[in-house]
């Protein structure tokens, strides 16, 4: 800090203590946003790992129900279901965490829209299986989609840090150093002027004698 180029004045040592408080705050205001977010994060991070043991009973069910409905119906049929027309239609919103945009997807298939005409066309184990790898489908879509907001929040969470790292390391060091400095000078003058003062007393007070 060129020390040199301060102006030496109240006002300006008021103003930077005004600039001290309001950091401070705002560096308390930086961490609690930041506790939050890891509170959020790790709170997100346990459903993700709860949904991917989900995940992998979904996908034995999956497989399981392909194979009883192969045995019942054989592979030709298995494959001509599997190949009519299958849609799944998304619609993309956000949801705010702490003031971080998450993606937020709602997910409908052609299956759940027309459930009961597949029930009455479909075969009940393949329907079964098709209900089941749409299941998988749908866990598939939610976990990617809170793996994204994990990395968002993460993301955020580092910015936080970098910024209550530099308010706290170098911003209000700076700003103290300066305010001590400010202090500092005024007592100088202060005692310089009381010093004059006396001084000048005194050569009166001899002239008046």
Known sequence: MALSN??????????????????AKGLNLLKMKRSS???????????IKIMRGNMLESVKQAQDSVKLAEIMYGRITIERISAENYEALAKASSKNIMGVKIPDLEVKSNLQMGSAYNIMSIPAPVFDSKQNYEKLFMLLVEVAEKENALRLLLREIEKLNRRSSAIENVAIPKLMEKSAYIKQRLDDMERDQIVSIKYIKGKIEAQGA
């Open 37 to 47: 977010l890891v509170l959020a994060f790790f709170n997100m991070a346990k459903e």
């Open 6 to 23: 301060i102006k030496t004045t109240r006002l300006e040592l008021i103003k930077t203590r005004t600039r001290i408080k309001v950091a």
